[in-house]
């Protein structure tokens, strides 16, 4: 067995693959490929008739495109030195892929909160594209370059001393680590920002199936009465008979993927009726539906999603993973990296041989309001989401050897400020060439949201 000394000896060695300095770096490389490009092969096998709604959300602002573009960061990044200090990446560690949830104790927790891309790679490109949408977000909220700066070293330097604290812990004591919401309070210095936190958790414990229920759905009178999800097309459509055939069938395979207590306690729902729904930014175009069930009667609902998986923007860039099931690589990597994860989490095949995965729809979940947070907010944020993703990595990683490579100064702090600064002005530039091929009619992005409203 590796001692602690050897894994330490490990970490500072990667420092030769790729210096902590050489983080700073972002030029373009020569044939880099057209982020347009990138986004319509990405599209290529999703809902045709829904891409123009991804398009018209990532038109509205360049954080807006920097939610939707993994794939282009993704391809960014491989063409640079890494550290191949591996951990399993959330693949997607933007500022709104953090938030809250419910633990399956019903503790309101702040974690990661999307999967979608994750997948086993190295630690720093989590980190970069968390400093990245930082300093996206404070261009966009008009703070001085001086603010984003202070937020992108808010966040890795969380990040560093989190993990160099991690390193000193047992395996058990990292495992059970967890950011209980309650206890960000305390932390938060500006009476107004607190009162603001105060509010978004309790929205985030009011968001349940039961609230849900009077939002999504209607009392429908007649032979087919009882609850019905409302249809807002094309956000929210009707599953017709042929769909909502396949969605009970998958329904009974996605229950074999849950542990036996689970799948009894599933056993006392019953189908009510499902519906397609347009979810996110990146996501529009994927396969997705919302399930209503009904528990001891009407009044006890519980929202299930069913969300088609695809491959990682990741994998073209990284070894293949150790799973082949797309749904099967979202789940086990959500298991991994949250602190503690949705009881009715599940995978399975479904028509047409497409993956998918199973969640709750709405668990006391909750997100910032970055667009309205002040420099010194987006400060405190950063610095949260830094404390998390250090968390996360450490369950998957050698949170040693990272921390060795990190080390104690700040030089991995200002490269990737460094880096997150440049690429923000990438971003910028990428954005502004999708406005402009949605001006010349290149690309189609009239949808009933073109302002970007992102109703998911």
């Known amino acids: ?129 968390l400093a990245a949408s930082i300093a996206v977000a404070s261009r966009d909220n008009g703070h001085p370059e001086r603010g984003g700066r202070e937020a992108c070293l808010a966040a890795v330097a969380a990040y560093r001393t989190s993990m160099r604290r991690l390193a000193r812990l047992g395996e058990l004591a990292v495992w059970y680590e967890r950011t209980d919401a309650q206890a960000l309070l305390p932390l938060i210095r500006s009476t107004r920002h607190r009162k603001r936190v105060a509010s978004t958790l309790d929205r985030a414990r009011r968001r349940t199936s039961l609230q849900a229920l009077g939002k999504l759905t209607e009392e429908v009178e007649g032979a087919a009465g009882g609850r019905r999800i409302i249809h807002d097309p094309p956000l929210i459509q009707p599953a017709g008979p042929t769909e909502l055939a396949a969605v009970r069938k998958i329904f009974g395979d996605y229950r074999s993927t849950l542990s036996e207590e689970r799948r009894l306690l599933l056993d006392r729902y019953h189908f009510v009726d499902a519906a397609r729904k347009v979810v996110g930014v990146g996501s529009v175009g994927t396969r997705c539906f919302i ?61 047409q041989g497409r993956a998918f995965y199973w969640r709750q729809l709405r668990d006391m979940k909750g997100s910032a309001d970055v667009e309205a947070m002040s420099a010194a907010e987006l400060r405190s944020y950063a610095g949260l989401c830094g404390t998390a993703l250090a968390r996360a990595h450490a369950r998957s990683g050698d949170r040693i050897a990272i921390a060795a490579y990190l080390g104690a100064s700040d030089t991995f702090d200002r490269a990737l400020a460094d880096f997150a600064l440049r690429y923000a002005a990438q971003n910028a530039q990428d954005h502004a060439a999708l406005t402009d091929a949605i001006a010349s009619g290149l690309v189609n992005a009239a949808g009933p949201d073109a302002a970007g409203g992102v109703r998911a």
């Open 1 to 129: 067995m590796t001692t602690p000394d050897e894994r330490a000896r490990q970490g500072k060695a990667a420092r030769k693959r790729a210096s902590r300095s050489s983080h700073g770096a972002w030029i373009p490389s020569a044939d880099r490929a057209d982020p347009v490009a990138v986004l319509e092969r990405q599209g290529a096998g999703r809902v045709q008739e829904l891409l123009p709604i991804r398009y018209s959300r990532m038109a509205a602002s360049p954080f807006s495109f920097l939610r939707g573009a993994a794939a282009v960061m993704a391809g960014d990044l491989a063409v640079q030195w890494n550290t191949g200090l591996t951990v399993q990446l959330c693949g997607d560690a933007h500022l709104l892929n953090f938030g809250l949830y419910a633990s399956p104790e019903r503790a309101l927790l702040f974690d990661l909160n999307d999967f979608d891309e994750t997948c086993p790679g190295p630690f720093e490109w989590d980190v970069k594209r």
């Open 291 to 351: 399930v209503l069930l009904a528990g001891r009667d009407a009044d006890d609902p519980l929202f299930l999603q069913i969300k088609e998986a695809v491959r990682s923007v990741l994998e073209e860039h990284l070894p293949a993973g150790p799973y082949v099931h797309p749904g099967h690589r979202v789940v086990a990597g959500q298991r991994l990296l949250q602190a503690a994860s949705d009881i009715f989490l599940g995978w399975m095949t479904g028509p």
